[in-house]
Each structure stands twice: as structure tokens, then as C-alpha cells.
T-cell receptor
Framework: GAGVSQSPSNKVTEKGKDVELRCDPI?????LYWYRQSLGQGLEFLIY????????KSGLPSDRFSAERTGGSVSTLTIQRTQQEDSAVYLC????????????FGQGTRLTVV | GDSVTQMEGPVTLSEEAFLTINCTYT??????LFWYVQYPGEGLQLLLK?????DKGSNKGFEATYRKETTSFHLEKGSVQVSDSAVYFC???????????FGTGTQLKVEL
């Protein structure tokens, strides 16, 4: 596609339910990132995939969060047993691998846990 | 680990005023530095970047100079417009890597 696509754009879920957020990166981009943007909290790094290397999961806030990237393309971020503090905008970005390359961001998924 | 610190907002300016948004960083080696912008209702997009010391990134009238001696990358614009109202994020990638580390963002509001 022309840009990074995320779905759904909005998700309202009940506390305790599991959710899956999807990211379709730009074709050919081998680096993929997930960030969380909370009101007043800026951009919080969650996880980073680069090619076939083991992902950098150092930003995942708890073991309720996991992500996978199938076939080096589409990525899914899963949040199990959602809590109200998980409410945020989840942003995905992709880039070419290489020095100083620009990361392109999707529009994000706004998650609201009620 | 790597970190980015930027001035807190919101910053409110009158049109045609001079803008400075401060950004300092902590990183090992020689990072690359970026400013991203998020306009209302839109996704994050790259505004400008600098990849080595003393480089100046520029775009849309905005400028930022990579100052290694002060570990800073302050964003400036000589005359802001209402259309510049947005949230601005300073970010870095480590030398030899791609992982982006962002500051907390600074909201800019420009009024007539």
C-alpha cells in the first residue's frame, strides 16, 4: 500500500477482554515499530522488529502485551485481559533498514477500555 | 539507555513570532537526530533530521542544528504561522541502529 495501515482505527472493549491490533507496513520495509501514545505521556516505545532478528521487546509494559510479525510483513499487537490504563492510541511505524532512514507512521488505533 | 528531553508545552505564540523548542539528548556514540510533527487529526510525520555533528536539518522554514558539545537539537522557526499549530517530537536513533527514541512532545499553538 501507499502508507502504513492500521486497523481498527477505533476500538472500545470491556475490561478483561483481549484485543488484537493490526499493522500493515509499507511494502519492502523490514523494520517495524509499535508505540503507545497516552494523553500527556508522549510516545512510549513498545516493541521493534528488524528483519529476521529477534525483536526488541524491552518496551512492553507487562506480560499481557505481546506482538508478532508474520512473514516479515503484517504485525499484530495483542493485549490480554485489558485494563483501563491500557487506553491509549497505539501507533505503528515502518522503515527501511539502514542508517538515518525515515520512519513512516500509521494513523493509529485508539483503544478505549471501559 | 538513550533518552530525549524536550521542553514542556503547551507553547502559545502569536503569528509571526519566533519559535524555539528545546531538545537535549543522552546517547552513546553518534546518534542521528530527528524532529517529527503531528498536526491535528493526522499521523506523525518527519519534519527534519540531522545525522552528524554540526549538520543543520531544515524544512518548511524550520531548522535545527546538531550540537554535539551541548547534546542539543533545538527546533527554531523565524516566523510561525497558524498552520504550524501541532505537536512536535524530538527523537533519536543510536549510531548504527534504527530504534527511535522520542521525547514527550511539545504542543505548539499559534494564534492570530
Amino acid at each position: 500500500g501507499a502508507g502504513v495501515s492500521q486497523s481498527p482505527s477505533n476500538k472500545v472493549t470491556e475490561k478483561g477482554k483481549d484485543v488484537e491490533l493490526r499493522c500493515d507496513p509499507i511494502s519492502g520495509h523490514t523494520a517495524l515499530y509499535w508505540y503507545r501514545q497516552s494523553l500527556g505521556q508522549g510516545l512510549e516505545f513498545l516493541i521493534y522488529f528488524q528483519g529476521n532478528s529477534a525483536p526488541d521487546k524491552s518496551g512492553l509494559p507487562s506480560d499481557r502485551f505481546s506482538a508478532e510479525r508474520t512473514g516479515g510483513s503484517v504485525s499484530t499487537l495483542t493485549i490480554q485481559r485489558t485494563q483501563q490504563e491500557d487506553s491509549a492510541v497505539y501507533l505503528c511505524a515502518s522503515s527501511l533498514v539502514g542508517l538515518n532512514t525515515e520512519a513512516f507512521f500509521g494513523q493509529g488505533t485508539r483503544l478505549t477500555v471501559v | 539507555g538513550d533518552s530525549v528531553t524536550q521542553m514542556e508545552g503547551p507553547v502559545t505564540l502569536s503569528e509571526e513570532a519566533f519559535l524555539t523548542i528545546n531538545c537535549t539528548y543522552t546517547a552513546t556514540g553518534y546518534p542521528s537526530l530527528f524532529w517529527y510533527v503531528q498536526y491535528p487529526g493526522e499521523g506523525l510525520q518527519l519534519l527534519l533530521k540531522a545525522t552528524k555533528a554540526d549538520d543543520k536539518g531544515s524544512n518548511k522554514g524550520f531548522e535545527a542544528t546538531y550540537r554535539k558539545e551541548t547534546t542539543s537539537f533545538h527546533l527554531e522557526k523565524g516566523s510561525v504561522q497558524v498552520s504550524d499549530s501541532a505537536v512536535y517530537f524530538c527523537a533519536l536513533t543510536p549510531g548504527g541502529g534504527n530504534k527511535l527514541t522520542f521525547g514527550t512532545g511539545t504542543q505548539l499553538k499559534v494564534e492570530l
